[in-house]
């Protein structure tokens, strides 16, 4: 029987592109009711877009096959952007009141435009989270009320260079598919693997991937800093593959023999493991190979956290992505950062139900992906497709959404969502019209004040007053008479 209602979300990793198509129940659990994985690593390099084509046939290959178990159309998807690029840059923006000034909504929307205006070169804005601001010489999460004749909006930017967000927008548009809401892959990620309490006290999400390590710092339940490293699980498997063997066999002996740390008193001089039917490598060679690999890889990821949060992570690290299965991961990274508190997510917080491997599976693989799936909130299924239907010839691809969200302006986006680019000339679009507008009051407003202040120098200037004058006296005499 055809869906009627669901949400899809498709996440561009580095190595797999996988869509999901999920039902919300009324318990607040989710029902999957189709996956779909496909390769993704000839096109899609350290999580960015490097092949247009490539990539919009994978996402129109994927929709297909979701379409085909779902047996109903797909007008609309969500997409989780991430890779190497992605990076966070504080900014602050002042502005001076007049004295015994109450801060206003609109003074606050003001500052967060004037924020999401900033140019960056070569970068995008994707998307601003306030940290705080400060009015007077106080913080305020929400300054709205407060008398002040000074107030700064502290704000943090995630950007992500041009390229790699045309790149994105361009392949959807090759594909015909239509957006119904990009998300920050690390946000929507965070929000499903993280516990209030966590974010709250401070603490180091950290993203384990084929070819890229997120870090996501956060405190009093604020993103504080995002950063993307350049290494993953796939560069141990290059490393391992350097004995002199293909990868796809060194990326078997990983997932076989490899350990995040081993004790110096555990290993065994005299065990070997297996290359293939002739060869053998030395057991304390492949775990100096694969530690010193996963050290640099810690070693980067405290790098990243900013100093000044070193001792409020008191909600410790949290590790997720298919690298946090490796045997003894927590070990590793109590012993390089000194952190005692460290926690695996293998699964999402809420509630998922499926019958499907890939996400019974509980093994941080799926996590952004059905985080991106938590956070739709727009159906995505169109009409019925018959049996007959599925060899006939190709339907034209969707690109309208049956129901698309307005254009929003900067100060109506919510944290965690990027605007598309068509969504952003929408907005730039409604913008200018209202600035038009604005422009077309103010010179009606001034033309009118010129025209008041004429009459009125015309009604004080001397020979005005003289004139009136005289019919004065004239209308004087003829009462009188």
Known sequence: MAAKDFIVAIELGSSKMTGIAGQKNLDGSIQILAVVKEDSSSFIRKG????????????????????????????????????????SVKNVI?????????????????????????????????????????VGSQLQLDPVGIQATHLEGNFLNILERN????????????????????????LALADSVLT????????????????TTTVSVFSKNLLRHLAVIPLGSNNITKDIATLQMEEADAEQMKLKYASAFTDNNEIDNDLKYSIDTDRQVE??????????????????????????????????????????????????FANHTHVDKIRVAKFVTQT???????????????????GLLIKGDINCAGDSIQDGDLFSTPKQPTTVATD???????????????????EKKQAEEIRRRQQEEEDREKRERELREKEEEERIRKENSFWNKAWKGIKKFGSTIVEEE
């Open 163 to 186: 390229s790699f967000y045309k790149n994105l927008n361009k392949c959807f548009e090759v594909a015909g598919i239509s957006v119904a809401e990009m998300y920050l892959a690390p």
């Open 196 to 211: 209030e309490a966590e974010k709250r006290s401070g603490c180091a999400l950290v993203d384990l991937g084929a070819d």
């Open 94 to 134: 002042a502005k001076d009141l007049p004295s015994e000034t109450i801060v206003t909504q609109d003074m606050v929307i003001e500052l967060m435009d004037a924020n999401r205006n900033m140019k960056y070169q070569d970068q995008e804005i994707l998307d601003a989270a306030v940290q705080e601001y400060k």
């Open 48 to 87: 960015v877009v490097y092949n247009i084509d490539k990539t919009a046939q994978c996402l129109t290959s994927i929709i297909k096959k979701l379409e085909t178990q779902l047996k109903t159309e797909i007008t609309q998807v969500y997409v989780g952007v991430g890779g190497q690029s992605i990076r």
């Open 283 to 332: 057991s304390r060679k492949f775990i100096e190979i694969v530690e010193g690999r996963l050290e640099e890889i810690i070693e980067n990821v405290w790098y990243q956290i900013p100093s000044e949060y070193y001792d409020k992570l008191l909600g410790g690290i949290i590790l997720t992505g298919g690298g946090s299965n490796m045997k003894n991961i927590e070990k590793a």
């Open 352 to 370: 998922v139900l499926s019958n499907n491997d890939l996400i019974k599976t509980h093994n941080g693989t799926m996590n952004t992906v059905l």
């Open 404 to 422: 698309p969200r307005p254009a929003r302006q900067p100060g109506e986006v919510p944290p965690g969502v990027i605007q598309t680019v068509t």
